[in-house]
């Protein structure tokens, strides 16, 4: 039932920066709540990191390849729900990731049933039940608190109330472990030296944390390590991620709101620490022009956030941003091959790391997303592969062009040569080769550049210590992964509906 309240609120109008994940759903949430509600995106196409492109029949996804929250209470089920939508045709990953360790043929399989994951978990890593049992325990704690939709972290006392109101007794176990990391915790069990699990707890939180056990906070870790279990679990979308966006794009339309792709967002106008308009650049005709917002919600990065305010974004926030460690980027290499070039019974997702003396990501490790016989990405008989790893954004914009191709040339021969210890490639079976950087991902996504995945979620920037969806400007709001709970389209959707539920309530 619409409220007094939003029928009222239906002159306001709001302009949403980005069309991405968080940007769409604040945007169709806004419109179906009855506010007047307009989306910019310089892109030719909504999603952001979670879009895609097709290339000879292949159909594939730019970052994003798999989804959480789409479960009866999950997050993009209430939001479908909410604006009336169908929930995106899915499979459950099963296993969520078969993980290979450097020199090991048999990977650790995360499964989505607890028992036979903990089963698993018990072979693999001898003496380290304790540790999961804690992670689990978290976990549960921190799902039921985080389903209550608390704000985090607060910024005046309605955010407070909320956050206040989501807490039960059961809520105060997490309080010891707020300002633990991972690593912490493994010190306590005597598990830090365990090799074995420390570079598989590595991989893993580095593709859903940014950052590794030493770094990630433990109770982002639990929710990150325990939601691909039943009766949660990671999905894999028919046809592909673009499935996601398309749904949020018609619940949008549904309620009256509008979207114009390829146009760019040049400038935030402030007056008295309030956010009253926009410069808008159509980037197909040049036009340029300004347009007034009751409400600005920013989907970009915090770092893109300070760079459209310039000199009047506030001096404590330009500085903590500036303060920020380097966010990680991704080189990406997309393949369609004949389908013989698929292992049997090859899982949807998997991480493989070559040497435990080398580093996370630089092509020492790569996630690995496989398209599945009839899910919309690849003809009859064929198949795409993409395989992403992390990488330092600097090295990308370093030197010359002809320094840039070379790094390029390297990392893509350095990628191929690793998956085809697993993959059947040849000249034979590869069909369409195509590679992405930092620069890319700039290029076309407009994230500044090209990071991916937010922050990090350390103890300084996770939860109560992160950027807030409120910013210091009045009427300014930043979604996404730079904000609570973090990266991924679950997690950008929360803090878009955080965002939401604060503009309604002033």
Known sequence: MVSDRTVKDKSRKIIVIGAGIGGLTAGALLARRGYQVLVLDQALVPGGCASTFKRRGFTFDVGATQVAGLEEGGIHKRIFDELEIEVPKATYCDPACAVYLPGEKEAINVWRDPQKWQKERQRQFPGSEGFWQLMSTLFKV???????DPILP???LWDLGQLVGA????TL????FTFATVGDVLRLYGLYENKRLRTFLDLQLKLYSQVNADETALLYAATALGVSQAPLGLYHLQGSMQELSNRLEEGLAKWGGKILMRHAVEDIEISDNRATSVRIKNLKTGEVWREEAD??????????LVKLLGKKAPKDYQHRVDKLPPASGAFVIYLGVEERAIPDNCPPHLQFMYDYNGEIGENNSLFVSVSKPGDGRAPQGQATIIASSFTDTRIWWQGEKADYERLKEKYTQDAIAHLAKYFKLSSETIIHQETATPRTYAYYTGRD??????????ISTFGP????TRTPINHLWLVGDSTHPGEGTAGVSYSALTAVRQIENG
Request: no cysteine.
């Open 449 to 458: 550049r090209g990071i991916v995945g937010g922050i990090g979620q350390r």
């Open 295 to 304: 409400e600005v919600v920013a989907n970009v990065t915090v770092q893109n």
């Open 142 to 148: 921190s799902w039921e608190f985080q389903s209550r």
């Open 173 to 176: 176990i997490t309080v010891p």
């Open 154 to 156: 607060p910024t005046n």
């Open 167 to 170: 807490i039960r007794p059961d």
């Open 465 to 468: 210590f992160g950027f807030a």
